[in-house]
């Protein structure tokens, strides 16, 4: 029922400025397609790899280096940008990589168990400690980044405790390993070959697990609230969002996330290591997903853009040493970036005009 | 406005909130003690009371935000205990907040349905209906005659009156039992406020929705109000219907901080001489 009668107002009479500049119609631009910025960063960059290697960059076997790396790393940033959203923080991660897999190494060699129910076991032990973490940084309120680094420390203390730091050569099951993660791309391989298509299988997981958690993100309720809860948690919580559970929720989803990229990486190296994943890991990742588009103000993140970070960060690390530089070169050129990401996706920010959610 | 043409609520309007020596400390700061209000079907009761008198904290225990230290809520006869927002909302209790408790990242539409969204079966996933969602709120945007650039725009574009229009549409969208709004009409430009006032009057006219109202403009208040709850320093200081009591009498009350029992009894010590 129409109220007493009241004219509307003048559509576009307030609040919306019109973009003007060049610069401000490039930045608006940018922050509608966050992730198309950054696959063109990524293009750029494998052009020159390209080019610099006498097209050894694009080999299968090189690529198979690179997407491996990518697809441990998008894993994680993936995990880290769920968080980002809500607002909060894992530095954790690195140490569910290491101590999920050892489980699964460890069941297998002393009990016998299938490399298969040890990945469960794994994924699960990974879910358990993000609701852990998410526990104790809501309950207790204390700061995530705080809570984390104290799993780190503690889970890490564990997994070196276990068996005096010694790595565990975790059995070959097939088709698990074919599965999980195939050991490298061989010059000898056809592309679309058996082996040749499931010395691939790292990124691809990462690319499923980055799909579907962007359909979730961008699709379900479950997304929406989890925006919500980093955008504004008051506000989200006066409307009846459950922001305590959402927050648990993507902590569960990091820790099995990260979780489930430790055992592709002990998949595919055959051993278990206590410190296969070291925190240097975790910070790779956060870039990766800041690089990506992701801003560490809560609220909005792209988990795509975090896979292409990945793959940035994945290429820059394999690629100049393959065009000769010296291998510690990246981090310098890692560490430009993120300051260039972190002032690009505030000057974005400041200019944004609708979000594609 | 039609204010002449609302008669006097019913005086057997059945009561259809009630709470009850509600009390409510933060550490060390009481908010709010034995604080006790009553609504009537159709009833639209202005909340008045300084800036921290705890009004914010009455209506955040209504709409199950804070929980009280003592004190029940009886809502359609039955007693209720809220946990959480959520649990007011599904008993048809709908707050606009005093921060609106908007999303700035999501867009006007999402903002709208927050919490009761709609969804739709995609091979048997449980996906949101979005272009369900954007029509509906653009409808219903139309209807109250509310304009803003864009459903799809993002909350935190908007400006500070739009924004407070999307809150008032919102708590409205769902036909709630009561309608509690915490200065709803703060940064509305005259226009604005005008039109919100307007909605509120024909919530009155039907006296179907009971309102909550808290505002500090004493003129708005007895233009849409049937009857005035004074806050004072967390207690209630003044519960007087509007047609008994004129706007200088209830400013004059408010200025001198006291109930008016007070009041009268002052006036009459000092009756004697000439005023
Ligand atoms: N979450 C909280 N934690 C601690 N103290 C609080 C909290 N919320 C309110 N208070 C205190 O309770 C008292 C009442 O606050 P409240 O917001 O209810 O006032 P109000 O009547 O709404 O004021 P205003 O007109 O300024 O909105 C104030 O002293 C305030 O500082
Ligand atoms: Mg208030």
């Given at each position: 029922?129409?109220?007493?009668a009241?004219?509307?107002?003048?559509?576009?009479?307030?609040?919306?400025k019109?973009?003007?500049?060049?610069?401000?119609?490039?930045?608006?631009?940018?922050?509608?397609?966050?992730?198309a910025?950054?696959?063109?960063?990524?293009?750029?960059?494998?052009?020159?790899f390209?080019?610099?290697?006498?097209g050894?960059?694009?080999?299968p076997?090189?690529?198979?280096?690179?997407?491996?790396?990518?697809?441990?790393?998008?894993?994680?940033?993936?995990?880290?940008?769920?968080?980002?959203?809500?607002?909060?923080?894992?530095?954790?991660?690195?140490?569910?990589?290491?101590?999920?897999?050892?489980?699964m190494?460890?069941?297998?060699?002393?009990?016998?168990?299938?490399?298969?129910?040890?990945?469960?076991?794994?994924?699960?032990?990974?879910?358990?400690?993000?609701?852990?973490?998410?526990?104790?940084?809501?309950?207790?309120?204390?700061p995530?980044?705080i809570?984390t680094?104290?799993?780190?420390?503690f889970?890490?203390?564990?997994?070196?405790?276990?068996?005096n730091?010694?790595?565990?050569?975790?059995?070959?099951?097939?088709?698990?390993?074919?599965?999980?993660?195939?050991?490298?791309?061989?010059?000898?391989?056809?592309?679309?070959?058996?082996?040749?298509?499931?010395?691939?299988?790292?990124?691809?997981?990462?690319?499923?697990?980055?799909?579907?958690?962007?359909?979730?993100?961008?699709?379900?309720?479950?997304?929406?609230?989890?925006?919500?809860?980093?955008?504004?948690?008051?506000?989200?919580?006066?409307?009846?969002?459950?922001?305590?559970?959402?927050?648990?929720?993507?902590?569960?989803?990091?820790?099995?996330?990260?979780?489930?990229?430790?055992?592709?990486?002990?998949?595919?190296?055959?051993?278990?290591?206590?410190?296969?994943?070291?925190?240097?890991?975790?910070?790779?990742?956060?870039?990766?997903?800041?690089?990506?588009g992701?801003?560490?103000?809560?609220?909005?993140g792209?988990?795509?853009?975090?896979?292409i970070?990945?793959?940035v960060?994945?290429?820059?690390?394999n690629?100049?040493v393959?065009?000769?530089?010296?291998a510690?070169?990246?981090?310098?050129?890692?560490?430009?970036?993120?300051?260039?990401a972190?002032?690009l996706?505030?000057?974005?920010?400041?200019?944004?005009?609708?979000?594609?959610? | 406005?039609n204010?002449?043409?609302?008669?006097?609520?019913a005086p057997?309007?059945?009561?259809?909130?009630?709470?009850?020596?509600?009390?409510?400390?933060?550490?060390?700061?009481t908010?709010?003690?034995?604080?006790?209000?009553?609504?009537?079907?159709g009833?639209?009761?202005a909340l008045?009371?300084d800036?921290?008198?705890?009004?914010?904290?009455?209506?955040?225990?209504?709409?199950?935000?804070?929980?009280?230290?003592?004190?029940?809520?009886?809502?359609?006869?039955?007693?209720?205990?809220?946990?959480?927002?959520?649990?007011?909302?599904?008993?048809?209790?709908?707050?606009?907040?005093?921060?609106?408790?908007?999303?700035?990242?999501?867009?006007?539409?999402?903002?709208?349905f927050?919490?009761?969204?709609?969804?739709?079966?995609?091979?048997?996933?449980?996906?949101?209906?979005?272009?369900?969602m954007r029509?509906?709120?653009?409808?219903?945007?139309d209807?109250?005659?509310?304009?803003?650039?864009?459903?799809?725009?993002?909350?935190?574009?908007?400006?500070?009156?739009?924004?407070?229009?999307?809150?008032?549409?919102?708590?409205?969208?769902?036909?709630?039992?009561?309608?509690?709004?915490?200065?709803?009409?703060?940064?509305?430009?005259?226009?604005?406020?005008?039109?919100?006032?307007?909605?509120?009057?024909?919530?009155?006219?039907?006296?179907?929705?009971?309102?909550?109202?808290?505002?500090?403009?004493?003129?708005?208040?007895?233009?849409?109000?049937?009857?005035?709850?004074?806050?004072?320093?967390?207690?209630?200081?003044?519960?007087?219907?509007?047609?008994?009591?004129?706007?200088?009498?209830?400013?004059?009350?408010?200025?001198?901080?006291?109930?008016?029992?007070?009041?009268?009894?002052?006036?009459?010590?000092?009756?004697?001489?000439?005023?």
């Amino acid at each position: 029922m129409p109220p007493t009668a009241i004219q509307p107002t003048k559509k576009n009479a307030v609040g919306v400025k019109v973009p003007r500049t060049m610069r401000e119609q490039l930045l608006i631009l940018l922050s509608r397609y966050r992730e198309a910025s950054i696959a063109v960063v990524a293009i750029v960059l494998v052009i020159y790899f390209q080019l610099g290697s006498d097209g050894g960059f694009l080999s299968p076997s090189f690529m198979s280096v690179v997407l491996r790396d990518t697809g441990r790393l998008g894993l994680i940033a993936t995990a880290e940008v769920m968080l980002m959203i809500t607002g909060e923080i894992d530095l954790s991660l690195s140490a569910i990589f290491s101590i999920a897999p050892y489980i699964m190494a460890l069941l297998s060699v002393t009990y016998g168990v299938p490399l298969a129910v040890g990945a469960v076991i794994g994924v699960l032990i990974g879910i358990l400690v993000g609701a852990i973490n998410g526990i104790v940084t809501v309950r207790f309120k204390v700061p995530s980044l705080i809570t984390t680094v104290g799993t780190l420390f503690f889970l890490q203390g564990i997994v070196v405790s276990i068996y005096n730091s010694q790595p565990i050569v975790a059995p070959v099951e097939q088709p698990f390993n074919a599965i999980f993660g195939q050991s490298l791309y061989q010059p000898t391989d056809a592309l679309l070959s058996w082996h040749g298509v499931t010395a691939f299988t790292p990124f691809l997981w990462a690319l499923l697990v980055v799909l579907v958690l962007a359909l979730v993100l961008n699709r379900t309720t479950f997304g929406l609230h989890t925006i919500a809860t980093g955008s504004n948690i008051i506000g989200a919580r006066e409307i009846g969002v459950r922001t305590d559970r959402m927050k648990i929720y993507n902590f569960m989803i990091a820790g099995g996330c990260a979780a489930f990229a430790g055992i592709i990486n002990t998949a595919q190296f055959t051993s278990a290591d206590p410190q296969a994943g070291s925190p240097f890991l975790t910070l790779q990742a956060i870039a990766a997903a800041v690089i990506g588009g992701t801003s560490l103000l809560g609220g909005s993140g792209t988990v795509i853009g975090a896979l292409i970070g990945a793959f940035v960060v994945a290429s820059l690390n394999n690629g100049l040493v393959m065009i000769g530089a010296q291998a510690t070169v990246s981090d310098i050129y890692l560490g430009a970036a993120i300051i260039a990401a972190m002032i690009l996706s505030i000057q974005v920010d400041r200019l944004r005009t609708r979000r594609r959610v | 406005m039609n204010t002449q043409t609302i008669p006097p609520l019913a005086p057997d309007a059945p009561v259809v909130l009630e709470m009850t020596n509600i009390s409510k400390s933060f550490g060390a700061v009481t908010a709010l003690v034995d604080v006790s209000i009553r609504l009537r079907q159709g009833e639209v009761l202005a909340l008045v009371g300084d800036n921290g008198a705890g009004k914010s904290t009455l209506i955040k225990i209504l709409s199950g935000f804070h929980q009280p230290d003592t004190g029940t809520i009886v809502s359609q006869g039955k007693e209720v205990r809220f946990a959480s927002p959520r649990d007011a909302r599904a008993h048809g209790i709908e707050t606009v907040y005093q921060d609106l408790a908007l999303i700035g990242d999501l867009s006007v539409f999402h903002n709208m349905f927050l919490g009761r969204e709609y969804h739709k079966r995609v091979l048997g996933l449980n996906l949101l209906d979005n272009r369900k969602m954007r029509e509906q709120a653009q409808l219903y945007l139309d209807t109250l005659g509310i304009s803003i650039p864009s459903v799809n725009s993002t909350v935190d574009l908007l400006s500070g009156g739009q924004r407070q229009c999307i809150a008032v549409a919102r708590s409205i969208y769902s036909s709630p039992k009561i309608l509690v709004l915490d200065e709803p009409l703060a940064a509305l430009g005259v226009r604005e406020s005008a039109h919100v006032l307007g909605l509120i009057q024909n919530l009155r006219q039907q006296r179907q929705v009971s309102v909550i109202l808290i505002v500090h403009n004493y003129n708005q208040i007895f233009e849409v109000c049937d009857r005035i709850n004074f806050l004072h320093s967390g207690e209630i200081a003044l519960d007087a219907s509007t047609a008994d009591t004129s706007e200088e009498e209830l400013i004059r009350i408010v200025k001198s901080g006291l109930g008016r029992k007070a009041i009268d009894a002052a006036a009459a010590q000092v009756r004697p001489g000439p005023a």
